[in-house]
């Protein structure tokens, strides 16, 4: 990197300590590299937030496939917003869980719309999203 400037950061010791444990724990090689990786996701957050642009969502979702109709509330959501869903991946985890992956892209407000739409749907045991864009 040759236009790298340096700049100092004033701290309370005990949040410094805290995330030096951290990014030890994420296997940084140094604080600049922890903090360069939180600048960089802290711009892609701003840039897609109010974006009339397309952002790129990756949406994982863990559910018990037992939990009468959950499969097809959850398929009828993707075919509803076809145009948005890229692509879905599906793993059956074990006799009772599934894990589904999805590809969403459209504008950020979409993307989290239907996301959300996913994740608050009866018998889904945890959801993320991840956004990014260009
Ligand atoms: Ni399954």
């Known amino acids: 990197m040759d236009n790298t400037t340096r700049f100092g950061v004033s701290l309370?010791?005990?949040?410094?300590?805290?995330?030096?444990?951290?990014?030890k724990d994420k296997m940084y090689a140094n604080r600049s590299e922890a903090i360069r990786d939180l600048i960089r996701d802290f711009l892609v957050r701003e840039k897609w937030e109010g974006s009339s642009h397309d952002?790129?969502?990756?949406?994982?979702l863990i559910y018990d496939h037992e939990i009468r109709?959950?499969?097809d509330k959850l398929t009828g959501i993707q075919h509803h917003?076809?145009?948005?869903?890229?692509?879905?991946?599906?793993i059956h985890?074990?006799?009772?869980?599934?894990?589904?992956?999805?590809?969403?892209?459209?504008?950020?407000?979409?993307?989290?719309?239907?996301?959300?739409?996913l994740i608050s749907?009866?018998?889904?045991?945890?959801g993320k999203l991840v956004m990014t864009a260009l």
């Open 12 to 23: 309370p010791g005990d949040l410094l300590e805290e995330f030096d444990r951290k990014i």
């Open 55 to 60: 952002v790129y969502g990756s949406l994982t």
């Open 69 to 71: 109709g959950i499969s």
């Open 81 to 90: 917003d076809h145009t948005h869903i890229v692509s879905t991946m599906h």
């Open 93 to 117: 985890l074990d006799q009772q869980n599934c894990m589904e992956m999805m590809a969403i892209k459209g504008k950020a407000s979409d993307v989290k719309k239907i996301a959300d739409r």
């Open 121 to 126: 749907t009866k018998g889904v045991k945890h």
